[in-house]
C-alpha cells in the first residue's frame, strides 16, 4: 500500500492473539484498519466501538480525579441544603465567563 506521498506504507503482522476477521466483521471495516487498531492497543471490541464512534461523555476526564473535589461537591451540597448563599467566581474570558453562567443557572435551577 502506498501512501499519499508515494511511499511505501509497512503494516506490521498483529502482535496479539485478536482476531482481525471478527473485528473487520463487526465493525464492516477493512482488514489493514483492523490491523492497525489493534497494532495500536485496541483490542477489545468496546474500546474499538469507542474508538470509531466517540461520544464527548466518554472523551471528558473525571471530574472526581481533581485534588479535594470530594471535599467540595459536599461542601455545596452542604450549602444547598441549608441554604447558604453560594459565591462564584470566574474570570474574566470567553470559557470563564461561560462556565460561571452555566453554574449559576444551574445552581438556580435546583433551588
Request: hydrophobic share 45%; aromatic share 10%.
Amino acid at each position: 500500500m502506498l501512501s499519499f506521498s508515494g511511499k511505501k506504507w509497512n503494516i506490521g503482522e498483529v502482535a496479539s492473539d485478536c482476531d482481525v476477521g471478527k473485528i473487520v466483521n463487526i465493525f464492516n471495516i477493512p482488514e489493514v484498519i483492523a490491523r492497525l487498531l489493534i497494532n495500536r492497543g485496541l483490542q477489545r471490541v468496546e474500546d474499538i466501538e469507542g474508538f470509531l464512534n466517540p461520544k464527548i461523555k466518554n472523551l471528558m476526564p473525571d471530574p472526581l480525579f481533581l485534588v479535594n473535589m470530594d471535599k467540595a461537591v459536599k461542601r455545596i451540597v452542604y450549602a444547598i441544603e441549608k441554604q447558604e448563599k453560594i459565591f462564584i467566581l470566574g474570570d474574566y474570558d470567553v470559557d470563564g465567563i461561560t462556565s460561571t453562567y452555566l453554574l449559576v443557572q444551574y445552581l438556580k435551577s435546583i433551588k
